[in-house]
Structures are given as structure tokens and as C-alpha cells.
């Protein structure tokens, strides 16, 4: 087995002598020892010598668990010579997967891996396959074998090529003229006034224009000089550099540091949203589906921190308790499995705590002892039995932070008076009719001694009322809700609703007619600020979709830190009001340029772009016309930008961009939280279903995100540009004048600047039309009537529509504004690898409001645009191509 030297893909060759590869993006998890997979027939085992007591196999087999979700998986084993070389295989495995997926934003970094794959899938002779070539491009073969001529390489299908000859300029090569980029070059000569240089008939872009390019195209307009001052860039670019920095690190359309780690992890856990899991041994449906400890250990590598276990009485003589949905025809595992599984994989993704949500029917005092003794020596000293010295259970006091909580496992689970507990109710009405009380199948009995001794911080009780919650004030009681109840609630008492959830949690669970295991949109009970919004994660809808896009960032911790809205004690938030007094609403701006290798069959496709927000947002879902012609590997879309005017908290939206066939089949989509996104122009890598990174496709948009400001006041910031950019003319037709009268005019334009835009700036604080309740924080407007309010999201929680042919606009909204014009990773060693085997912060202290930027800075220029920072950029890899300046890497 050996690792490419970027880390893109593991590889062998198997007995056949044909090189397998496994995507490194894909792998899931590996394991090694105990946990690892063993051949089951006699014939390997012996080959292997793993049946004699001194053969040591455990310490020597390594298994690569893969897939494209949490159900479908792929277990490669494969064992070594030697002592401990497995586990280092494993642990450096893992750790550049989970790289890839926080780097996979750049679509320069799928070229390079396809040029990769491509060169080391070579035949026996060490040559590379042009049929490799026409497989891994098979839209539309007439333009790969065109390609491959213009780029002076062999095209016939069983032609074969020498590596020394495949390198990778030549492979830039075939992929330019395979996939050619016509709205590149535009933007290039339209946008930036290129001319050629005196060497060479091709234009390139000065370093004044580029310079210009950056600072007002590829920033966020919100952004003031004081923090991203200007960048100065010391070098020529041609259009094909200009491609390839778009396509760079330093374009990617997410901003980098929201996918570290980045967020404030000392806050009390009500102040998180927590990635939660229902049901969560089910591979399939909620009748019949087969049950599995996998599942544990899936959701917990994907940064889930709550998940479900349903526990039942084991039938004699072992008496072993087991987990299953009851009164269905789903199997049985046991609990003791379940439990081993969790600890094999709690903290493989994240430090933050786990929080294991008993749904508790053992009826047997025995029996329940058992499980808290599983508990305690499989979990150990990660098992929380008792509450910290400095977080007391009282009322009025808030519970741990996550922080604080690293590392430790929390048990949910009924905290009972230490009596015998009553017997379950052997009905099946919770089979035949799910949600008369809980959605699930049966009663909870009262916990035991045992039980109930290792619970602490997450205590459930029945809900009364939200009055009776305020006026106990116990942080570390938590409540659980069906669905249809929870979206009742938002509804009628939605303030009510946040209010509860700034002291304590909430959990919410699929209804129990969903036996096809669909889910339900999370959005509405993100928006009240509900922290555990447990999903089926082995459906892979598009609820799960915008989970698994959420979730994705701050480091894949599993936590994120709710707005401050949700948090604040001297604050009311009301989701369904149409202005947040302590928070700058933005208007972004869309423009679908292309696609790139959409599809591997010649066919027309479309784009769909849609808000996921707050009831206020906007709700149009726009789509691009089908393609004009059958082609997928660069439609170009020549349609007017979409706009989403006034997104009220934008840390709280997402942009959902889907790409269909003309026949409605999904190609592939991408989710970006909207305080995430990148103003400027970008490539988008598109995902699969599963929320996985593909390869090929890509979309190529204009993205702009601004601060939204009122029609009625857009006058006077027209005014306000006008007249400085009068003052700044002025400026320069003096500037022939002594230096005294210089600088007196430098002075007077720098107080101009200060005073003018600060009065313009005030009024779109405001609308036309204030809420006269607005102005007392502690009294918030009430909620206004919605239709159909107890499912505010029905329609965000569809499948997606094929696109029609033209862009839906609906006649109410304002017309979309056009663009402003502008003037090595290295893997483990493949020497002694191993060799493949057969497959078989608190609450008293309200934080500053959050805003979009500083609204009282002037933009600098008549398009309203500021500069912004931007990362040096690396002479030696955006050259121009066709003159010798070179430049300083390290320069700015």
C-alpha cells in the first residue's frame, strides 16, 4: 500500500496486477487492534498466521472504513510485517482526511488530484492509458480526443503515454482547450482595460489593475481600511493566470478561518447548537430497518455530540439489554455493543463533550444496574457521574461550558426517587399511533439507583409551561419536543421559545408517522434557538443536507455558539419581526457565469439559488434557463445577477445553490453559511446528496455581500458618494498648488470624509417605518399572524424542483441590479506499508450586539466599495506566462 506524495489517494495492487485507489476524501475512519475487521476464511487467517497465540495480528491489522454516507460503507483491511506500522498507517490516514476536508474549497486542489489519479494509474509497463483519460472525461469524447491533439499528446483509445511526457503543463494544456473559458477572458479585457505587452500579442493585466481588481472585486464591501487596509500587488498577470488565482486558496468562496476552530467554546452549553442524532442505530426505516453499533460510530466521526439510544429489557438467560425501535420489526443489537462502539469513537472528531440521550423501557432493576456498570468501565474517567465543584445543580445557576466539559460523556437519562421502577405499558399504542404521545413506541420507566446516580447536567422533565421553566430557573433540566409540538410552539410563543432557550435546552425529534426515516427542516427550531435538533442522519435529505452544511464549520467540533440575539438577558428576539434593532441586515448578489463538467453525459442543465433564513428573508428560489445547447462540460449562463435584498441576520442564512439536468436529475449542490461566504469571484465545488466533495463539477459566480440599505434612503448615500467623489476631482486639479494649500486641501477632504458619510450612514439604521414597540428591548412586538405558521419551512424542506426554462422572478420584488463596472502535504512512507488482504460566556453578561461591519465607513468609490485585506500572492504561481518579470515570492 502506498500514499501519493500530495495525499489525495491510498493505493495497491491487487492480485489482477491493476492498481486500485481509494480517495482519501472519502475515508471515514481506520482502526487498527481490536476494532480492526479479520478475515473470516480459514485460508487467509492462515496465511497470515493469525491463529497461533504468538502471532501478534492485532498489534499488525489496519481497516479503512469509507463511503459516500453513514450507511453505505466500504471496509478495506490489509495487514504488516511489522509491529506498530499499522497504527501509524492510521493515524496518518485519518489525520490527512480530515485536512482534505477542511481544504477542499479549492478547485485548484481538484485539478492537481485528478492530474494525480491520472498518473498513477499507469499499465504494466509504467505508461499511462489514453482510455484512462477518455473515462475520466466521458461528456463528450469528440472534444477530449480534440483536446489531447491541440495539446500535442496521443488520442487514440489504446494509445498509451510516457510519463515524462504527461507533465503537468501539458495537462493544463489538454484542460484548456478541453474545457475552454470564454467569460474568463471577458472579464479580463472588459473589466480591467488589458493591453498586450511589447513582447507578446496577448494581453496582460497591469499590477495597477490588478491591484485594483483585488481590493474592489475579491473583498467583503463591509470591510474598513482600518482592519483590511489595501493590498499592493507587484506583478503582471495574463489570463491564464488570472484562471488559476481564481480558481487558488486565496479565492476560495469560504473563508477559511470560520471552518477552523474559531468560535468562543467558554460559554454555558445552552448557548450552542449541538449536532444531534434520532434513532440513531437505524440503518433504513423506522418499521424494518436494520439496526447497527456502526451507526454510533458514524455519527460520532461526522461531529455529531447527542445521540439517541432506545434501551429494552434482553430476554433470558444472558439478560444482556439491548437496543431497538420498539414494537417495530427493527433488529436488536446490544447494549454493551453500542456502548464499546462510543468509546472506540467519541473524540476521534471532536474534544467537545457527548451527550448520549437514554430513551430508557428496561424494566428490570438488574438489568438497568448492568448498563450503568457498561457505562462505567467501558466509558471510564470520560463518564461525568458527578456535577463540577464550580457548577452546582440549583436553580439560577447555568451548567459548564463545553470547554470545561472536554472530553466527557453526559448521560440523558430519567432521574428517578430511587424506587422500583413501573412496569412498561405492553401497548402498541405507540406503534399505531405515534405521536398521541411521544412518537415512540411505548413508555420510559422511572430510573433506578444505578441509573440515576449518573445523571447530572442533562436531566429530562416533562415540559408545563415556559412560565413554570422561567420561574423554576433550573439550567440543567431539559425538555424534549415531537416536531408538530415544537413548530405549535414557534408559532404562538416563539419569543417565549428563545426566552426558555438562553437558560436551558431543548431537544427535538422527528414525528413518528416519518417510518420512511425522512426528516423534518431544522431551520424554524434553529431560529427559536433550540440546541438539539435531532435528525435520522441514514436519510440523506436536503434537512440533513443543511445540517451537515452547518455543522461543517468551527472545526467540525459539533458546537456552534448561537447568535447573540439568542443569548443576550436584556434583549428579546422575535424570529418572525422583519427588523433586529442591534443587527445590520445584507443584501447579497448573485451572478451564474458557468459551470465546469456538470455531468458525464452531453445534456442541458440549470441552476436553482435559494435563501434559507429567517421567516423575514427573502424566499424566491431563482433559476438560471437550461443551457442552450446539450453541454456539460462549460454552459455559460448569460442572465442578469439575483438578488436576495434585505437578509435580516445573516450569520443566521444560508445560500443553497443546486445543479440539475434538464430532466430534473440532482448533479450537485452546495450549501454555504452566509457570514461564510467571500464577496468577489469564485469557483464553487459542487457536493454530492451526501454533502461529499465531487471531483469535477464546479459553478464559476460573482458573489456580492453588502449592507442593506432602505429605497428611502438610498438617495442620500448617492448624494454622499457624489460629493466626495466631487471633493476628491477638485483635489487633483489643484494638486499643481503650493505645498501649504496641498495640504490644507488634504485636510479639509479627510474631515469631509469623517463628517459627510457618518450623516448618511445614520439613517439606514432605520426603516421608513419603525416598530413602535421596537424601542423597549424588554417588550417585543408580538409575533404577526403566519399562515400556516406551525410549519413556517414546508417549502425549504422539499425536494428541489427541476428548473423550468426562465428565471422566476417574482413581479412584486425590485429588478436585479447588474454587476458595477470596474475600471506538500506528504503521506506515510510506501516503503514497509502494510499489503492489502482479499476484500471480504455567561448569561449575566450581555455581549455587544453583532454587526455587518462598521456601517459609519464611506465606501471609497462611486460603486460603493472599499478595500480589503488580501493574502500575499505567490509570483511563481500566477506568472504571466508570456513575459520573463518574475518577482519576489515573499513580496506583498
Known sequence: MKMDPKGFYVYWVNQSKETTFLDVATVRDTRTGKYAKLPKHTKVRNVFNMDFPDSNHLTKTLTIVSGPDTVNLTYHNFFASKDKVSQNWANDILAIAYNAARNNACRYVFLEKIYTRLSLHTNKDGKIPVKNIYKMFPADKKRVESALASAHLPKGKFDTIKSDVFTESAFKLFLQNLCPRPEIYEIFTSHFNAVPPCSSNKPTMTRENFTKFLNEKQRDSRHNEELFPRLCYSDLISPEGLLFFLMGPETSVVMQDTLAKSQDMTQPIPHYFIKSSHNTYLTAGQFSGVSSPEMYRQCLLSGCRCLELDCWKGKPPEEEPIITHGFTMTTEILFKDVIEAIAESAFKTSQYPVILSFENHVDSVKQQEKMANYCKTIFGDALLTDPLDKYPLKPGQQIPSPSELMGKILIKNKKGSHEKPAQTKKTSTGATDPTATTGTAGQEVTAYEAMSSLVNYIQPNKFVSFDNARKKNKSYVISSFVETRGEAMISKTAVEFVEYNKRQMSRIYPKGTRMDSSNYSPRPFWNVGCQMVALNYQTMDFPMQLNMALFEFNGRTGYLLKHDVMRRTDKKFDPFCDRIDTVIASTLTIKIYSGQFLSDKSVKTGVEVELIGLPGDPKKKYRTKWSTTPNAINPVWNEEPFVFEKILIPEMASLRIVVHEENGKF??????????????????????????????????????????????????????????????????????????????????????????????????????????????????????????????????????????????????????????????????????????????????????????????????????????????????????????????????
Open 667 to 892: 448533479l450537485g449542490h452546495r450549501i454555504i453559511p452566509l457570514d461564510a461566504i467571500q464577496s468577489g469571484f469564485h469557483h464553487i465545488c459542487l457536493r454530492s446528496e451526501s454533502n461529499m466533495p465531487l471531483t469535477l463539477p464546479a459553478l464559476f459566480v460573482y458573489i456580492e455581500v453588502k449592507d442593506y440599505i432602505p429605497a428611502a434612503f438610498a438617495g442620500a448615500w448617492i448624494f454622499a458618494l457624489a460629493f466626495l467623489q466631487r471633493k476628491k476631482l477638485d483635489a487633483n486639479d489643484q494638486s499643481a498648488g503650493s505645498a501649504p494649500e496641498a495640504a490644507e486641501e488634504a485636510k479639509e477632504e479627510t474631515e469631509d470624509k469623517t463628517d459627510a458619510p457618518q450623516a448618511a450612514a445614520e439613517p439606514p439604521a432605520e426603516d421608513p417605518a419603525p416598530d413602535p414597540e421596537s424601542s423597549t428591548p424588554e417588550t417585543p412586538p408580538e409575533c404577526p399572524a403566519v399562515p400556516d405558521a406551525a410549519a413556517p419551512e414546508k417549502e425549504a424542506a422539499r425536494e428541489p424542483e427541476a428548473p423550468p426554462a426562465v428565471t422566476e422572478e417574482p413581479a412584486n420584488d425590485p429588478p436585479a441590479a447588474p454587476l458595477p463596472a470596474a475600471d506538500d502535504a506528504t503521506g506515510p512512507e510506501a516503503a514497509g506499508g502494510p499489503v492489502a488482504v482479499a476484500p471480504p460566556g455567561p448569561a449575566s453578561a450581555p455581549a455587544e450586539s453583532v454587526g455587518s461591519g462598521d456601517s459609519s465607513q464611506p465606501p471609497a468609490s462611486s460603486e460603493g466599495i472599499t478595500p480589503m485585506a488580501h493574502p500575499a500572492l505567490h509570483s511563481s504561481q500566477f506568472q504571466c506566462q508570456h513575459c520573463s518579470l518574475g518577482g519576489d515570492p515573499a513580496a506583498p
